[in-house]
């Protein structure tokens, strides 16, 4: 029998911050790595500040830059309360 490729998958989570979302207002989603997971996130904040999880841990604050054009990226402001 021939060896099957199984890729690891992870769980992410997007929480937003502020803006129009309802508070606690979150997408969840697989994907195999952060890169795949911060893509996703740029398609779908449009503009707005979130929180990033992977697996249940806080793994970064992401916000657009007022310019426009980029995003910035923060440790999570969750991870002292993950620890």
Request: glycine share 8%.
């Amino acid at each position: 029998m021939g060896e099957r490729n199984r890729t690891l998958r992870h769980n992410y989570r997007m929480e937003w911050k502020s803006g129009r979302e309802a508070p606690g207002s979150a997408i969840e989603f697989a994907a195999t790595d952060a890169e795949e997971a911060l893509f996703r996130a740029q398609r779908n904040c449009d503009g707005r500040a979130i929180e990033l999880f992977e697996d249940g841990r806080p793994l970064a604050s992401l916000s657009s830059a007022a310019s426009g054009g980029f995003w910035i990226l923060a440790p999570s402001l969750k991870q002292s309360d993950a620890a």
